[in-house]
């Protein structure tokens, strides 16, 4: 007989997020690539991989961290990524098969339990992937028991917010989506994204350092900006905006931002980001 099991609200919450980023995967590399790809080749840099290395990335959506980790432990080395999106799962095998890379395999896969043994890796990395998950310090404990002895560990987060323009124009458009969706998912992240030394400290990890910095994202006008908002982990919340209100939360959210463009239409937008690392320990 089926099982008619309730879902736990960690699992609806996990269902939700691969939801959201299958529907975003299609136009999510183009649309936010800009951003966290260099975001993740920073965090390979500040990881310190070597080649021969092999390499974690978990919650790896279309391998902002994944391709520049293949490129820095080279054809010795081995890179797996796991994310609870099929969707993006699917893109990002594509694109490393495409690139006829033989070190790489992608699958769906939950940050809490990734299904490698102990000890797999010489570095766990992930960007921007563990502060959306339900526990965040089950992820952590599970991260350092995969890394071998003197393996590294690195996250990202968002740091204070420099420009507070952007994420009010994000309030605004959550404004026209179904109560409901917007109340459930009203907080994307984690306490890992408010407190990521400490809870790298708690889960045993030894060296915990952050290094913060601010990038700066191009639009080349608000239509580019809004492709882009439709393209990340608010896309389930967006989804539920009625067809015929979605051109007035249009113009309502970009109207926020459109005091940002320069004559020419151009935006840039200024985001603070915490790039976190520590040695297994
Ligand atoms: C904002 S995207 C970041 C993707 C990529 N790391 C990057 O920097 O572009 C977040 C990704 O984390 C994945 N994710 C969230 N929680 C996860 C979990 N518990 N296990 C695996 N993947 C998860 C999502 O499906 C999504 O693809």
């Given at each position: 007989m089926p099982s008619t099991r309730e879902q736990s609200p960690a699992e609806r919450r996990k269902a939700w997020i691969a939801r959201s980023f299958d529907l975003a995967s299609d136009s999510y590399d183009e649309a936010n690539g800009p951003f966290f790809n260099p975001v993740g080749e920073r965090l390979v840099d500040l990881a310190g991989l070597r080649p021969g290395d092999r390499v974690l990335d978990v919650g790896c959506g279309r391998g902002a961290v994944l391709f520049a980790a293949v490129a820095a432990v080279g054809p010795d080395g081995y890179v797996a990524g796991v994310d609870l999106s099929p969707a993006m799962v699917r893109r990002t095998a594509a694109q490393a098969a495409g690139a006829g890379l033989r070190n790489v395999s992608v699958r769906v896969g939950?940050?809490?339990?990734?299904?490698f043994p102990d000890g797999s890796f010489e570095a766990v990395l992930s960007s921007f992937s563990l502060v959306l998950t339900p526990d965040p310090a089950a992820a952590l404990a599970r991260a350092r028991r995969l890394l071998a002895p003197d393996g590294r560990f690195g996250t990202t987060s968002f740091g204070p917010d420099p420009e507070p323009a952007w994420r009010e124009a994000v309030r605004v458009l959550r404004g026209f989506a179904d109560p409901e969706a917007a109340g459930a998912y009203a907080r994307p992240f984690n306490a890992l994204a408010d407190d990521p030394e400490g809870m790298l400290a708690a889960a045993g990890f030894a060296g915990v350092r952050t290094v913060e910095g601010t990038t700066a994202t191009e639009f080349a006008d608000l239509d580019a900006w809004w492709r882009s908002a439709w393209a990340d982990g608010h896309r389930g919340v967006l989804e539920t905006i009625p067809p015929d209100r979605r051109e007035e939360a249009r113009r309502a959210a970009c109207a926020v931002v459109?005091?940002?463009?320069g004559p020419d239409g151009r935006l840039v937008r200024r985001t603070a980001v915490r790039w976190t690392t520590a040695r297994r320990g």
């Open positions: 939950d940050a809490e339990d990734p299904g459109a005091p940002l463009a």
